[in-house]
Antibody, heavy 121, light 108 residues
C-alpha cells in the first residue's frame, strides 16, 4: 500500500533553516510528482510547490520563491523540502502529498502524516 | 484570478443534504478536488475529477461543476462528516496549485 512517512517535529530559531523529509513506499517513486502543503495553526491549507522525482524539476508558489528548495534521492525514494530564513509565521504543519492526476486537476491522493515545524526564539 | 473561494462555515441537520461550493476562474479549465480534514489529521481526498470517489469514500459524497463553480454534495449527512472541507485545483496558468480557504461543516 502507498505510504508517505515524514520526519519528526522540529523547533527552530528565527533566521534558521529546516529540512523535512518524506519517504515514499508502495509505488513507483519516479512516476508521480510530489507536492508540499503547509497549514498554520487554526488556518487553511497553503500550497508551497512541487518536485518531479524523475527529473528533479521543481516549481514553487510565488510566496516561497527564493526561500524554498525541494530535492529528492531516488535511491531511497525520499523527497526533501527545505525552507530557509524562518520566521514565526512559518510555524505550521508541513505535509507532503502525492499527485495522482495532473491531467485535468490536482488530485492529492496520498498525504504524509505531517511534520510540525515551530519557529520560536 | 488564481484564487478559490469557499464559504467559511456551513451547517446541516443530521440526515439532510448539504452542498459546499468553491468558486474560481481556473475551475472553467480544471476540475476541483475535494478534501475532508478532521482535527489533528491529514486531509483525505473525497472527490476528484468530474465526480470520482477514491476507494473507501462513501457514496453519499458527490461532486459537480458548472462554469466557475464546483460543488461537493453530501446526501444524508452523518455525524462523522463534521469536518473542514477544502477544494483545490490547478491555477489558471496550469503550472501551480491553489486551495480554497476551507469550509467548516457542522452536523446538527
Amino acid at each position: 500500500q502507498v505510504q508517505l512517512v515524514q520526519s519528526g517535529a522540529e523547533v527552530k530559531k528565527p533566521g534558521a533553516s529546516v529540512k523535512v523529509s518524506c519517504k515514499a513506499s508502495g509505488y513507483t517513486f519516479t512516476g508521480y510528482y510530489m507536492h508540499w502543503v503547509r497549514q498554520a495553526p487554526g488556518q487553511g491549507l497553503e500550497w508551497m510547490g512541487w518536485i518531479n522525482p524523475n527529473s528533479g524539476g521543481t516549481n514553487f508558489a510565488q510566496k516561497f520563491q527564493g526561500r524554498v528548495t525541494m530535492t529528492r534521492d531516488t535511491s531511497i525514494s525520499t523527497t526533501y523540502m527545505e525552507l530557509s530564513s524562518l520566521r514565526s509565521d512559518d510555524t505550521a504543519v508541513y505535509y507532503c502529498a502525492r499527485v495522482g492526476n495532473w491531467n485535468d486537476g490536482a488530485d492529492f491522493d496520498y498525504w504524509g502524516q505531517g511534520t510540525l515545524v515551530t519557529v520560536s526564539s | 484570478s488564481s484564487e478559490l473561494t469557499q464559504d467559511p462555515a456551513v451547517s446541516v441537520a443530521l440526515g439532510q443534504t448539504v452542498r459546499i461550493t468553491c468558486q474560481g476562474d481556473s475551475l472553467r479549465s480544471y476540475y476541483a478536488s475535494w478534501y475532508q480534514q478532521k482535527p489533528g489529521q491529514a486531509p483525505v481526498l473525497v472527490i476528484y475529477g468530474k465526480n470520482n470517489r477514491p476507494s473507501g469514500i462513501p457514496d453519499r459524497f458527490s461532486g459537480s461543476s458548472s462554469g466557475n463553480t464546483a460543488s461537493l454534495t453530501i446526501t444524508g449527512a452523518q455525524a462523522e462528516d463534521e469536518a473542514d472541507y477544502y477544494c483545490n485545483s490547478r491555477d489558471s496558468s496550469g503550472n501551480l496549485v491553489v486551495f480554497g480557504g476551507g469550509t467548516k461543516l457542522t452536523v446538527l
